[in-house]
């Protein structure tokens, strides 16, 4: 369909573009993370298991991955425009179909259609607002681009609580439909096509090595913490993934057109960006996994009260990256990124000592302290080490970029996932070392706990009477022998499982503290500059 385009002025365009490139993008990665509350739902509805339903989540995670090293090439052959309408005409689509889907086999084949429009969506938007804007206004409209970024997936959860409690769950998929295309109508009208498109021969050798290398180390990731590190599947996908993106590597450096462009890494300021985008982003999506988990199973909020409190530590992101716009204009982007690290870090610290007399308030101040953090330098890193290539290289080096915030994501979970589970289990068998039913602690723990189950006519003080007068006692109470100090232990047990579980979810905290550490050595790297090229 030909729609006829407005003409509009360099300035008014450039900013016009952006809103448009913001609402694609913005959908995209909400259904990343939309669809992680329904899921009960759907294996309700589809009466399929736990682990069927989840590659609901896991499909769309994985065509993104392997979708994501083609776009530069997509930009670069049949322009960005075209690219940008495909893309999103392909995830409206699948949207659609999702919302119509009759079973969960159709459902997880709609989302693999889904996620390629939806995978395409990132670098190419990234790659219009590259080209569109000069060197001095990167900063200014990534910094409202990179909104999109932080805003939809923290409130993916909340939009998904509120549709799957109040109205249908297929909604968190056909309410793509009209904003999709509106954006799409919006596209059509405004954008222009990128004049930078060149003809080359398709890499088909990189893109069977990327796409075999990406989905098998992502689905490691994604399956390690349930399927187990040392297992022979996930041992498996480790080595298949190691070897074809080594091979892949070797083709990419011989071929005289690239996939990836793996030159964009002599660039320092590249290379040190992409090490703290890694950092930034695996500590991101780790305490977007961390919290709704740890509030949820801990603190039993419901999904809603969950997202509302993420929602503020996402607006203040937003809030943060023109902030920080400022803030480099006067002092540089460097020192920008340097606090923007120690804050995230240091905020990330508190949540170590997270337990269930922790207030609301407390909580909810961490997490926009991260949210600041955040918003000070993800954005202010990549935009710092993308401005120092040339326009010619710009749509391979956000290919790249994506790719590695789509690692980095997974990583951070698949890690703090096992975490948990591991000190969950070792904070467990401490605990049982000194659960001794003779010790004088543990029986006047099993006396409170058991005069909860005789405060409705029982006699207090179960144990000790026990300990004197036998079973004798629970049949005079009209009790079957023994059944009170049974649901005494059995409370005990879970008490302890539960501290066991706050103890593993402190413990990961520390880790995503770390993490986040880990990019301050980048970002002390990094060089206080902008080409002039």
Known sequence: MNIPRITLPGATYRWWALVVTIIGNFMSLLDTSIVNIAIPKMIAVFSVEA????????????????????????????????????????????SALCGMAWSNDSLVFFRILQA????????????????????????????????????????????????????????????????????????????????????????????????LGLFCLLLALNKGAEEGWTSAYILALLYISVASLALFVAIELTSENPLLDLTVFKSWNFTCSSFVLFSGTACMYGGLFMVPLFMENIRDYTAMQTGVLLLPAALISGLMMPVAVRIARKVGPKPVVIAGVIILGTASVPFANLDLDTGYYTILFVIVLRGVGLGLFLMTATTLGMNILPLAKMSRATAMKSVIRQIAG??????????????????????????????????????????????????????????????????????APGIIQTKALALLSSVVQKQALIFAFDDAFVVLALICFCGMIPALLLRNRVSSK
């Open 51 to 94: 682990k069927d339903a989840q590659w609901i989540l896991t499909a769309y995670m994985l065509t993104m991955g392997v979708m994501q090293p083609v776009s530069g090439y997509f930009c670069d052959r049949f322009g960005t425009r075209r690219m940008y309408l495909f893309s999103l005409t392909v995830f409206t689509a699948g």
């Open 116 to 211: 390629i429009g939806g995978g395409l969506i990132y670098p190419v938007t990234m790659t219009i607002v590259y080209h569109n804007f000069p060197r001095e206004e990167r900063y200014q409209a990534m910094s409202i681009w990179g909104l999109s970024a932080m805003v939809a997936p923290a409130i993916g959860p909340t939009l998904s609580g509120y549709l799957v409690e109040y109205w249908d769950w297929r909604l968190i998929f056909t309410i793509n439909v009209p904003v999709g295309s509106i954006g799409y109508l919006l596209a059509a009208l405004i954008l222009r096509e990128s004049v930078l498109t060149r003809k080359g021969k398709f890499d088909a050798a990189g893109f069977i090595t990327s796409s």
């Open 410 to 479: 997974s990583f951070g979970i698949a890690l703090l996932s096992t975490v948990i589970q591991h000190r969950q289990a070792y904070h467990l068998a401490h605990s049982a070392e000194y659960m001794n039913v003779a010790s004088f602690p543990m029986k006047q723990t099993l006396v409170s706990y058991e005069n909860l189950f005789w405060q409705a006519g029982g006699t207090p003080g179960t144990v000790q009477h026990m300990l004197t007068y036998g079973d004798s006692l629970y049949a005079q109470a009209g009790f």
